[in-house]
């Protein structure tokens, strides 16, 4: 049985790489489909090596542009690939825009649609991942979740109880396969920071990067945590292009960081798993956090990752620079909240994944 695995951008490397091996242990063949969304070295290939995900077979090279532009260039280009190879199924994973038009593209050829990370909701429609996850739930045939809560979302939404799978987390399992070779790794070292004693700040949601005034308010924050906690910064493109348009990079005031290029996966691991503290706006770094085990300042209003702040180390303390540095004060003095690991998140994620869709495609073949 053939199934397609459609990656495109960086939070969708960890959650396919368990799932290669998963699905050939049960005799699945995957054909591995690189939309190209994401595609420099540090964005994109230097995942696949350290993961070891084997090559995409292909590769539609996207690239940047609209969000109008990206999914219907990857629905365009992936029609070709479906219609020859006819999978028994097309695996999407996350909420990035390439996930949604796969989901859509699939569908509409008839191919079945199996969803990774379903269910997922911030309440905020404004946001485009928020609608990237709604249009693909609402499509998928398989949707397999993360935490209890997703469940609810998609019965609420109608989605027949019997479709919907519990399986954990699989960026998880990448996570524990590989944090040995993190904590070995030491990539704080050949930055001078010490073990335990800095913070990490990641930012690329537009949300708070494309207006000056939410990114000053943020860096102003950033600028009080550095001047007790040296604040290691990895730029993203996007972000590194804002903050030289708003004039904001060099600014002596809000110079409380230090911005390095952005990591490949282990150096990210390392870096956050020996981090004081991480302040991050991306969704995946929320549930890493949980799992490490170390505080995370979501600078964020709402989470479509609940589990992360009721029983995991996040906080939601938004844009404002007063919220910001208060919750990191509380964090400096020592005010940690109490965490446990969520259930499912053990490392076995990708293999109940394999089990469930080894499941319904013998089902499918039952009932034909
Ligand atoms: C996308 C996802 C977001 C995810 C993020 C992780 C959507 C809607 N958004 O946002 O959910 O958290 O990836 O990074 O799918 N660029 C490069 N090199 C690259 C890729 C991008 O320079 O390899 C630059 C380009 O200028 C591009 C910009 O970054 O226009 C943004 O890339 P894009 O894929 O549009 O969205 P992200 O902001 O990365």
Request: overall charge neutral; proline content about 6%; charged content about 25%.
């Amino acid at each position: 049985m053939l199934v397609s695995v459609i990656v495109g951008a960086r939070p969708n490397f960890m959650k396919v790489a368990p799932l290669i091996p998963a699905l050939r242990e049960r005799g699945i063949t995957p054909r591995l489909v690189h939309t190209g969304q994401h595609y420099d070295r540090s964005m994109s290939g230097a995942f696949f090596e350290e993961l070891a995900i084997p090559e995409p077979e292909v590769n539609l090279g996207i690239g940047s542009g609209s969000h109008v532009f990206q999914i219907a260039e990857v629905m365009r280009r992936l029609e070709d690939e479906l219609s020859r190879h006819r999978p028994a199924y097309v695996i999407v994973v996350g909420d990035v825009n390439s996930t949604v038009a796969a989901a859509i593209a699939a569908n509409r050829l008839g191919i079945r649609v199996a969803h990774v990370e379903a269910g997922l909701r911030s309440g905020d429609r404004g946001m485009p991942e928020e609608m990237n996850r709604i249009i693909t739930d609402a499509i998928s045939d398989l949707l397999l979740t993360s935490e209890p809560v997703a469940e609810h979302n998609l019965r609420r939404e109608g989605i027949p109880a019997e479709r919907i799978h519990f399986v954990g987390n699989t960026m998880i399992d990448t996570l524990r396969r590989h944090i040995g070779r993190a904590i070995e790794l030491r990539a704080f070292e050949p930055l001078g920071l010490r073990q335990g004693e800095y913070a990490v700040l990641t930012l690329h949601r537009p949300s708070n990067v494309d207006f000056a005034d939410r990114l000053e308010s943020i860096l102003r924050a950033v600028a009080h945590v550095g001047r007790s906690t040296p604040v290691v910064f990895p730029l993203h493109p996007r972000t590194e292009s804002r903050l030289r348009q708003f004039g904001l990079d060099g600014r002596s005031d809000l110079a409380g960081y230090v911005a390095i290029r952005p990591q490949s996966y282990l150096p990210m691991l390392s870096l956050m798993n020996s981090a004081r503290v991480v302040l991050t706006d991306s969704g995946g770094i929320q549930e890493e956090t949980t799992a490490l085990g170390v505080p995370c300042l979501t600078l964020r209003e709402s989470t479509e990752r609940p589990i992360t702040t009721t029983q995991g180390t996040n906080q939601l303390v938004g844009w404002h620079t007063d919220s910001i540095v208060a919750a990191f004060e509380a964090v400096r003095s020592g005010q940690s909240p109490h965490h446990r690991t969520p259930d499912l998140w053990d490392g076995r994620s990708a293999e109940r994944i394999a089990a469930v869709l080894e499941n319904a495609t013998a089902n499918q073949r039952r009932v034909r």
